[in-house]
């Protein structure tokens, strides 16, 4: 009953004038970028994050996460059309454009649809329930354990990178790095600032953020020279009885394994989507079908990919650390807008925190709204060229981030960032770990200052404290098991190389 009650508070926040027109923003905007190719949602929010100043705390949050799980609708319609997959629907294009090659696209755009509304209803139950439970011991948290939880969230460097283990720890200790730069609160002394006057304040996170990220990804973009044909099939929208049936159970289980993998570390709708896959090919009724034009290949994932987006915020809200790249810049708009995700946003924001997830409700039936009736008008987005959207990206890109400190230093930052995060993505570096230092760094400073004070300079304090003890102990295992696994496939790869034969005499 309770959660009964926080969720009709929750609605009363969400269904103002002003929330349900940022909710209906995000959807549309998630749609969109979902749609085109090249974009995403990490390069989106990345470049809508200058906005968040001028715009309401709830109503800024709510609009980046449309536009998050609004880009997970419209990524499928572009892998099931033309496959054309964003990283989150990759699965979508064996089963979804096979359908379409039978002239049958109507029912996989419709399976996916109706999936991810169902997808979206279970994982926002899952986050009412769970999140409350999880931000419950936000009263229990001292400097110490908020120090262990933010090593905690270095240690999950391991499942944000998407490249090596080494280059990603590289990468965080470069965003740490980043993260000292301009004057120490405590003491007052410049730091890493090289006498720039520019610096003295820090590096603005937008600038990183939107550099790395946003900039990055329209020069790759404009240096891949990729030419899309817009799609021109006919689309009839409702299946039969029988295939609606068959709809239903593969959506039910793919919104349990996107509920659960969101949860955790590195899951995300990128994984959530191969394991629906997967158990779908295992316990389907219909599983010889899979893989040749199968209505549960897409409803699976379709689930699979929004409930993984959705509950992918219950780390960020409960307890502080992203998971992803994605969740690192909301947990940036959430620092922007001067709130610090964690144990203690519940008890401290009730109001936002239960209008986010009501707003998300709300948001799935937009979602649906748009992606099912209206899907054949959004196909016609394949026939904008890139020459004309990049252009008017970067004008924007550059209004926002002037617009924030009214200093054109910001803009020359941006670019410096954009710069290094092109570098970045031809080097095969990752920049998600590169966020996460650049946050975590500051904070971990701070909370460990905080310890050492109350305690009196004894670093036992991060022992003997049980929430402290347990998260460093934990962090020990996972420690362990990494170099554990490292040292195994060091020795696989020497017994594969080829032994050196020396030259007879």
């Known amino acids: 009953m309770e959660v009964l009650h926080n969720l009709a508070f929750g609605f009363e926040h969400a269904l103002t004038l002003h929330n349900l027109m940022y909710c209906a923003i995000g959807c549309v905007v998630g749609t969109m970028v979902g749609l085109l190719p090249g974009l995403g949602p990490l390069a989106t929010i990345s470049l809508l994050l200058p906005l968040t100043y001028s715009i309401p705390t709830g109503g800024a949050l709510i609009m980046l996460a449309g536009i998050y799980y609004g880009a997970q609708y419209g990524d499928s319609v572009s892998a099931i059309t033309m496959k054309i997959p964003h990283a989150s629907s990759i699965v979508a294009c064996i089963d979804g454009y096979q359908l379409t090659l039978e002239g049958r696209t109507g029912l996989a755009l419709f399976t996916a649809g109706i999936s991810s509304f169902i997808g979206g209803t279970v994982a926002i139950v899952v986050l009412a329930w769970l999140a409350p439970a999880l931000g419950e011991v936000a009263f229990l948290f001292g400097p110490a354990d908020y120090c262990a939880l933010m090593l905690v969230g270095f240690v999950c460097v391991s499942f944000v990178t998407t490249g090596s283990l080494l280059n990603g720890r590289a990468m965080c200790a470069v965003g740490v790095l980043l993260g000292q730069i301009g004057t120490d609160v405590n003491s007052g002394v410049q730091r890493f600032t090289f006498d720039i006057p520019t610096l003295t304040d820090g590096v603005g996170l937008v600038s990183v953020a939107l550099g790395c990220f946003g900039i990055a990804e329209i020069t790759r973009n404009l240096d891949a020279h990729e030419e899309r044909s817009p799609f021109n099939g006919k689309i009839h929208l409702m299946p039969s009885w029988a295939e609606f049936k068959r709809i239903i159970p593969s959506a039910l289980r793919g919104s349990a394994v996107g509920s659960f993998l969101g949860i955790l570390p590195g899951g995300g709708p990128v994984i959530a989507q191969f394991a629906a896959y997967a158990i779908d090919k295992k316990v ?40 992803n790249a994605v969740m690192a810049l909301m947990m940036a708009a959430f620092i922007i807008k001067g709130i610090q995700p964690g144990p203690n946003m519940i008890a401290g924001h009730p109001d936002l925190f239960w209008g986010l997830v009501a707003s998300m409700w709300v948001g799935n039936v937009f979602l649906v709204i748009l992606n099912v009736p209206l899907v054949r008008y959004w196909l016609s987005l394949f026939k904008i060229p890139y020459a004309v959207l990049f252009p008017a990206i970067l004008f924007f890109c550059c209004i926002g981030t002037y617009s924030i400190n009214n200093n054109l230093d910001d803009v020359f930052t941006t670019a410096v960032f954009g710069l290094a995060g092109y570098l970045f993505m031809r080097l095969d570096l990752d920049a998600a770990p590169l966020m996460l230092g650049f946050i975590l760094g500051p904070m971990l400073e701070e909370n460990f200052r905080r310890a050492m004070l109350l305690s009196r300079g004894h670093f036992g304090a991060f022992v003997t404290r049980p929430i402290s003890g347990t998260l460093l102990a934990l962090i020990a295992l996972v420690v362990v098991w990494q170099t554990t696994v490292f040292v195994l496939r060091l020795r696989e790869t020497r017994a594969r190389a080829p032994i050196a034969q020396t030259p007879a005499a």
């Open 284 to 323: 389907s009724k219909f599983k010889h079908e899979i893989g040749h034009g199968a209505i549960e290949g897409v409803a699976g994932q379709a689930a699979a990919d929004e409930a993984a987006a959705r509950t992918s915020f219950i780390p960020l809200m409960s307890i502080g650390i992203p998971e």
